[in-house]
């Protein structure tokens, strides 16, 4: 699985998670949705993301990386 994809994973999983937490736990939970896209929405303009930092410091490789490495 490639940085992207576990990205894209992570990120949903945190907006399903506020969800729940915001419908069983409190509805405060709600703005780590607000927090979650808020930071997909920048990334997408600026090309930083934090999460994708770690991701990568686990050791996945991005999609390209992976395509150079199968030449």
Not at 33 to 50: D, E, H
Request: proline share 3%; charged share 10%; hydrophobic share 60%.
């Amino acid at each position: 699985m490639t940085a992207e994809r576990v990205l894209m994973a992570f990120a949903g999983f945190m907006v399903l998670l506020s969800v729940v937490l915001t419908w069983y736990v409190h509805p405060y939970w709600l703005w780590l949705t607000v927090f979650v896209g808020a930071n997909l929405f920048q990334s997408a303009f600026t090309g930083f993301c934090p999460a994708m930092m770690v991701i990568k410091k686990l050791g996945f490789k991005t999609e390209r990386q992976a395509a150079q490495g199968s030449l």
